[in-house]
């Protein structure tokens, strides 16, 4: 006989899998603190190729005054200018990386919970 | 109001028995649109500028995840650029690739935003977004709505700065690049248009999550008001040129598809609300319950009365109580419990009876029933009960 209450168990978790479950699930395989230093080194590596994507772009921008001027500028101020601007954006971007991160964390572990009580409810119906 | 909702309902049901189908054919839709409207903007590469090979990438997007539809459009636009020049093509991809990095690592999902609102903003619409985003997103899909502006700006810049560039030798690569760039660090009505849907789409959001009556509409007039607002403050400003006509009425379609979207997502009658107190060991609680308006699709059934005087005898035996209720099975196979005493709603009703169940009623089973080209008779009206036994037996 079909058992109506397990099927409808079994399509609420299949559901769940292929939905919410592909984005969660990975996520709570992780300790937070893994996950998170996980996050906040891709977001280092992204960080420092938008930001040599933009100096490249204000480079190109300026190109002509650029080159003018190259020996004219003092190059350790320049650089120092811009590491400073470049630590800046690098620490604002992980910044928000931890922020939006933790709170999808949290977010994944609450799911996961309600998913894993199913998959317990439904172990517990197969073993009548 | 009644019949909408049945509309909403009927609607709901199409999409949830066809979304197989739907979901393909939007995207199609959706990939198509943008192409076409890349293409007409600034269609410089002829060899992609071409309605099959649109029809074609459409079809493909229209099976693939929706982020593929941004992935081509930008493919499409970055061409088109390399077309015109490919200092162009180097800003367009610079452009690119920082969105990407920068905020579509958050969430992929989001980036179906930027597209849209792309597209709105070449339709001469994008006021819609802010409100749209603000009623159904997180007040962080601001990003991707300011990366679509961006794009947008962009790709007129380009557009309307083509021949200049195209006449432009290849020694004034700079000249090029500049021309593009100070088309969006130097816009003052592009900055003028993120502050005024960033804050929208902030207004709508936090209003809208407010535990007031009629939060969803409060939230979206307010939000086109404080859009309107503030273009028109920018425009006084920065004289950037708004029409003030367009704006007004962008604002009024936007709330237009503000409340097509509430009636869709956020039905609920606030004539009906209740506010209950109650509490527990630990908490006192004040809760304030807002029923939705719901209406069950009528769902017609026919009852077939079938007269077998043969099997009489053994069921003449049967409690009398049966005479009054019988069991029905309705077209989406729940069963339900109808009786004799129940009323007559709508339908054809020839001087005998019609079954039509509803969620709600009970429905009426007697003599002939006629709807459609069906017509069923028993032999006797005194005999009913007997047959009403019958099908409870073949139930």
Same mark, same amino acid.
């Given at each position: 006989? $079909?058992?109506? =209450?397990?099927? *409808?168990? &079994?399509?609420? %978790?299949?559901?769940?899998?292929?939905?919410?479950?592909?984005?969660? @699930?990975?996520?709570?395989?992780?300790?937070?603190?893994?996950?998170?230093?996980?996050?906040?080194?891709?977001?280092?590596?992204?960080?420092?190729?938008?930001?040599?994507?933009?100096?490249?772009?204000? $480079?190109?921008? =300026?190109?002509? *005054?650029? &080159?003018?001027? %190259?020996?004219?500028?003092?190059?350790?101020?320049?650089?120092?200018? @811009?590491?400073?601007?470049?630590?800046?954006?690098?620490?604002?971007?992980?910044?928000?990386?931890?922020?939006?991160?933790?709170?999808?964390?949290?977010?994944?572990?609450?799911?996961?919970?309600?998913?894993?009580?199913?998959?317990?409810?439904?172990?517990?119906?197969?073993?009548? | 109001?009644?019949?909408?909702?049945?509309?909403?309902?009927?609607?709901?049901?199409?999409?949830?028995?066809?979304?197989?189908?739907?979901?393909?054919?939007?995207?199609?839709?959706?990939?198509?649109?943008?192409?076409?409207?890349?293409?007409?903007?600034?269609?410089?590469?002829?060899?992609?500028?071409?309605?099959?090979?649109?029809?074609?990438?459409?079809?493909?997007?229209?099976?693939?995840?929706?982020?593929?539809?941004?992935?081509?459009?930008?493919?499409?636009?970055?061409?088109?650029?390399?077309?015109?020049?490919?200092?162009?093509?180097?800003?367009?991809?610079?452009?690119?690739?920082?969105?990407?990095?920068?905020?579509?690592?958050?969430?992929?999902?989001?980036?179906?935003?930027?597209?849209?609102?792309?597209?709105?903003?070449?339709?001469?619409?994008?006021?819609?977004?802010?409100?749209?985003?603000?009623?159904?997103?997180?007040?962080?899909?601001?990003?991707?709505?300011?990366?679509?502006?961006?794009?947008?700006?962009?790709?007129?810049?380009?557009?309307?700065?083509?021949?200049?560039?195209?006449?432009?030798?290849?020694?004034?690569?700079?000249?090029?690049?500049?021309?593009?760039?100070?088309?969006?660090?130097?816009?003052?009505?592009?900055?003028?248009?993120?502050?005024?849907?960033?804050?929208?789409?902030?207004?709508?959001?936090?209003?809208?999550?407010?535990?007031?009556?009629?939060?969803?509409?409060?939230?979206?007039?307010?939000?086109?008001?404080?859009?309107?607002?503030?273009?028109?403050?920018?425009?006084?400003?920065?004289?950037?040129?708004?029409?003030?006509?367009?704006?007004?009425?962008?604002?009024?379609?936007?709330?237009?598809?503000?409340?097509?979207?509430?009636?869709?997502?956020?039905?609920?009658?606030?004539?009906?609300?209740?506010?209950?107190?109650?509490?527990?060991?630990?908490?006192?609680?004040?809760?304030?319950?807002?029923?939705?308006?719901?209406?069950?699709?009528?769902?017609?059934?026919?009852?077939?009365?079938?007269?077998?005087?043969?099997?009489?005898?053994?069921?003449?035996?049967?409690?009398?109580?049966?005479?009054?209720?019988?069991?029905?099975?309705?077209?989406?196979?729940?069963?339900?419990?109808?009786?004799?005493?129940?009323?007559?709603?709508?339908?054809?009703?020839?001087?005998?009876?019609?079954?039509?169940?509803?969620?709600?009623?009970?429905?009426?089973?007697?003599?002939?029933?006629?709807?459609?080209?069906?017509?069923?008779?028993?032999?006797?009206?005194?005999?009913?009960?007997?047959?009403?036994?019958?099908?409870?037996?073949?139930?």
């Amino acid at each position: 006989m $079909v058992n109506g =209450d397990k099927v *409808i168990l &079994m399509t609420r %978790l299949a559901s769940y899998e292929k939905k919410e479950g592909k984005k969660y @699930i990975p996520v709570t395989k992780f300790f937070r603190s893994d996950y998170l230093s996980m996050q906040i080194m891709k977001s280092f590596l992204y960080a420092t190729l938008v930001f040599g994507i933009l100096v490249g772009l204000f $480079v190109l921008y =300026d190109f002509e *005054i650029f &080159m003018e001027d %190259l020996y004219k500028i003092d190059i350790i101020t320049l650089v120092l200018n @811009i590491i400073k601007y470049y630590i800046t954006f690098v620490v604002v971007y992980c910044i928000a990386t931890y922020v939006l991160f933790s709170i999808r964390y949290v977010k994944a572990k609450k799911s996961v919970k309600k998913y894993y009580h199913n998959l317990k409810k439904l172990n517990a119906m197969q073993k009548k | 109001m009644r019949n909408l909702l049945e509309l909403r309902e009927k609607l709901k049901k199409i999409y949830a028995n066809h979304e197989v189908y739907i979901l393909p054919i939007l995207k199609f839709l959706l990939a198509f649109l943008a192409l076409k409207m890349l293409n007409s903007r600034i269609g410089y590469m002829g060899s992609i500028d071409n309605l099959g090979i649109e029809l074609i990438v459409a079809l493909t997007c229209s099976f693939l995840p929706t982020t593929f539809i941004v992935v081509f459009a930008g493919l499409f636009s970055l061409l088109h650029m390399y077309a015109i020049s490919l200092e162009v093509a180097i800003v367009g991809l610079g452009v690119y690739m920082v969105m990407f990095f920068l905020f579509f690592r958050f969430g992929t999902k989001d980036a179906i935003i930027v597209l849209i609102t792309t597209i709105l903003a070449m339709m001469g619409i994008p006021v819609v977004m802010p409100i749209v985003v603000g009623l159904l997103a997180s007040p962080l899909a601001a990003v991707p709505v300011v990366c679509g502006l961006i794009v947008y700006t962009m790709i007129s810049t380009i557009s309307i700065n083509a021949t200049t560039i195209s006449s432009m030798g290849g020694d004034e690569a700079t000249a090029k690049l500049r021309l593009i760039l100070d088309g969006l660090i130097e816009n003052p009505g592009l900055i003028v248009m993120i502050a005024s849907f960033v804050i929208t789409i902030f207004i709508v959001y936090f209003i809208r999550r407010m535990s007031v009556a009629y939060s969803w509409t409060i939230a979206m007039v307010a939000g086109a008001i404080v859009n309107l607002v503030i273009l028109l403050v920018g425009d006084l400003m920065y004289n950037i040129n708004l029409s003030l006509f367009v704006i007004f009425l962008s604002s009024l379609l936007a709330v237009a598809v503000g409340k097509i979207i509430e009636f869709m997502c956020f039905c609920v009658d606030y004539s009906r609300i209740e506010t209950l107190q109650f509490e527990d060991e630990e908490y006192y609680y004040y809760v304030k319950a807002i029923p939705k308006m719901l209406v069950a699709e009528q769902d017609k059934t026919v009852k077939r009365i079938n007269v077998q005087r043969n099997n009489v005898q053994h069921k003449t035996s049967e409690p009398i109580s049966h005479q009054s209720r019988i069991v029905s099975e309705g077209k989406d196979g729940a069963v339900k419990r109808s009786t004799t005493q129940g009323n007559v709603r709508q339908g054809n009703v020839t001087k005998n009876s019609v079954t039509k169940n509803s969620a709600t009623k009970n429905s009426v089973t007697k003599g002939s029933v006629t709807i459609g080209n069906e017509r069923k008779r028993t032999s006797d009206s005194s005999n009913d009960w007997l047959d009403d036994y019958e099908d409870l037996e073949r139930f």
